[in-house]
């Protein structure tokens, strides 16, 4: 018979209790994955480390893998979005000003650290085998977006996949910021400023950049990368 998860109490963190028993442990089970590895960590670990007993984590997953697959699902959120992106027919500027926010939000929103999880995926690469596919197919979805722009002419001409991986870099280090708690602004400021940022650096007129940012602020129609994700939400203001 599966235990109630309400036999080990809410999940802990930092002292703090979490609302979200599964944010518990997964966000747990992230740092332990990357700190000590994945084969090296126990499920009795992951539910102490989270707040729980060992038998109620068993409520929420049933295995290490389970949990593994969660943390790469949450991080394949701007994947999700750049995948449907291409398809749409709004401007290119607007869909990849729209990935590139929804990045931000992404990472700043996963239990770990990019950074700490992209080590854990190059020390276990059994583990993580997805990982670098992953972001290897970001980047290139990111590229057809960008050269779609340089076509139509809304965006200068750059070298695509470098400009990509850089607007990424940036997402990155403000993610990094966001997670130790030196970011100085919200979420949602990050992701903006981010998006807005790296998109202005290559657009053909910049006094466009109003209107495809207000584009991105409806979405593209409402569009969401997947159920339940909110769609941009830009503050107010500049």
Request: charged share 25%; proline share 5%.
């Amino acid at each position: 018979m599966v235990n109630s998860p309400r036999l080990g109490g809410r999940p802990r963190r930092s002292g703090v209790v979490m609302e979200d028993p599964r944010e518990g442990i997964v966000s747990a089970a992230a740092e332990l994955f990357a700190a000590q590895g994945f084969h090296a960590t126990r499920m009795s670990q992951i539910a102490q480390a989270s707040g729980l007993r060992q038998s109620s984590i068993y409520y929420w997953f049933r295995s290490k893998d389970e949990i593994l697959r969660e943390i790469m699902e949450q991080n394949r959120v701007s994947l999700t979005a750049a995948r449907r992106l291409v398809e749409e027919d709004a401007p290119a500027a607007v869909r990849l000003y729209i990935v590139l926010y929804q990045d931000v939000v992404q990472m700043c929103s996963a239990p770990l650290d990019f950074f700490d999880l992209e080590e854990a995926a190059h020390d276990q690469p059994d583990v993580f085998d997805d990982f670098h596919a992953d972001y290897g197919e970001l980047v290139d979805r990111l590229r057809t977006l960008v050269d779609e722009g340089v076509r139509d002419g809304t965006l200068e001409p750059v070298e695509a996949v470098t400009f990509v991986r850089t607007a990424l870099s940036v997402n990155e280090g403000l993610q990094h910021r966001f997670h130790a708690g030196g970011a100085g602004a919200g979420v949602h400021d990050l992701a903006d400023s981010a998006a807005w940022t790296s998109v202005r650096s290559v657009l053909a007129d910049v006094r466009e950049m109003d209107a495809i940012r207000s584009a991105a602020r409806a979405g593209v129609a409402g569009f969401t990368a997947s159920p339940g994700l909110a769609s941009p939400r830009p503050p107010v203001g500049r």
